[in-house]
């Protein structure tokens, strides 16, 4: 059985209308002047004004800062620190919305307490200092932020994503409304979702892999697989957003145990090269890296399979069934199959092989990755 260093530090609350106890929750990490991380689609949801209600309630003033994007860069990050550090005295830090919003007001927390810049706290436990105490609001089912250490935040100028971690930086307490996520577009429910699906299948096999990590793993996949459909055709079904957040959830604290693969490594390049949409880049990539690591992790996909209850069909692998789930989940969700599609021309392919090499999350890949087998990942996927 392999070594692991398992420490919990979050307090989670689950259930429909749990926002409403943010202002309590709140008081107890215990902060009273609070800045709130968010994006303006958020608040044009209305959870923020809802979450300002709970704050006010309890005597919490807050002041929002709200000026952040899908992949957030150093310069939203400093932006951040720059309102917080205007404003003075703030005692706790609250994340609400995706992963963006999460992922920005960790990168604030940082700075804010332990100064510098993003590029200073990239890798694990670099900052030296105490971090405020921060509360994680999900509005997605997908990155499972709220329950990692680590903050994905690009480089303004060459937009390669840097994971900064640190225990310190953790949300305190993280809430989890399933009423928040169903004001999600369609687009955006698919997309988190591949995401969260891609989270639990790459965390379940990484080289860091570990009974913990394995145990949230494998039912953040029984709970995503068996309700994703359901999400994206019942938009307004709470108990399969329920379960779906949750999902997502066990998904990040399996990352945050175990780390990612190869799926991530090829993805990133497409997003920081071409724009493409995170959960969309993942997506398309993960069938392809599946079949590539089945060489050497062909009997943990089994266990997946057996898993999510799949039926077994004559003449076909474990991890054919596999990939034939993860491509009718990626069809329900209407996203795309082959890189030709999103308009990528076949001679970038070796630049994004070579940019893969160099992202971290293809060090925990279980079968070996270099240039030449991602360019060879890439060229099936094309």
């Known amino acids: ?3 692991f260093d398992f420490q919990p530090t979050t307090r989670v609350v689950f259930g429909e209308n749990a926002l409403e106890r943010l202002g309590e929750l709140t008081r107890s990490l215990p902060a009273k002047r609070v800045l709130l991380v968010t994006d303006p689609g958020i608040i044009r949801a209305g ?8 704050l006010e309630a309890a005597g919490v003033e807050a002041q929002v800062f709200h000026d952040v994007v899908e992949n957030p860069t150093t310069r939203h990050v400093e932006a951040g620190r720059e309102f917080a550090q205007d404003l003075g005295g703030i005692d706790g830090i609250i994340g609400l919305g995706g992963g963006s919003a999460m992922d920005c007001a960790k990168g604030i927390n940082f700075l804010l307490t332990n100064g510098g810049r993003m590029e200073d706290y990239w890798g694990s436990g670099k900052a030296v200092k105490p971090m405020l105490p921060s509360i994680g609001v999900p509005t997605t089912a997908g990155t499972g932020s709220e329950g990692q250490s680590y903050a994905l935040i690009s480089q303004e100028e060459t937009h390669r994503k840097m994971a900064c971690g ?11 409304d399933p009423l928040l996520t169903q004001s999600v577009p369609d687009e955006v429910a698919a997309v988190t979702g591949i995401d969260a699906i891609s989270h639990a299948l790459e965390s379940f096999v990484s080289t860091r892999r570990n009974t913990v990590s394995q145990m949230f793993a494998r039912e953040a996949w029984h709970l995503l697989e068996a309700n994703f459909e359901t999400i994206l055709e019942e938009r307004q079904n709470t108990t399969a957003w329920g379960q779906m957040l949750l999902g997502a959830h066990l998904a990040g604290l399996a990352i945050e145990n175990a780390m990612l693969g190869a799926a991530h490594a090829c993805a990133n390049p497409l997003t920081a090269n071409y724009g493409v949409t995170h959960g969309v880049a993942v997506g398309l990539m993960l069938p392809h890296v599946i079949r590539f690591n089945s060489a050497a992790v062909g009997g943990l996909y089994a266990e997946l399979v057996r898993a999510a209850g799949l039926n077994d069909t004559e003449g076909e692998s474990d991890v ?4 034939y789930r993860v491509n009718r989940l990626k069809a329900a969700a209407r996203l795309p199959e082959r890189l030709q599609t999103l308009n990528i ?3 970038d392919l070796p630049r994004l092989a070579r940019e893969a090499a160099e992202q971290w999350t293809g060090r925990f890949n279980p079968r070996e990755v270099s240039v030449g087998e991602l360019l060879g990942i890439y060229e099936e996927a094309y």
């Open 166 to 176: 640190d225990i310190k930086a953790r949300f305190r307490i993280v809430i989890l």
């Open 1 to 3: 059985m392999p070594s």
């Open 345 to 347: 021309p076949r001679a």
């Open 47 to 54: 959870h923020v004004t809802r979450a300002l209600g709970s």
């Open 320 to 323: 054919d069934m596999l990939i």
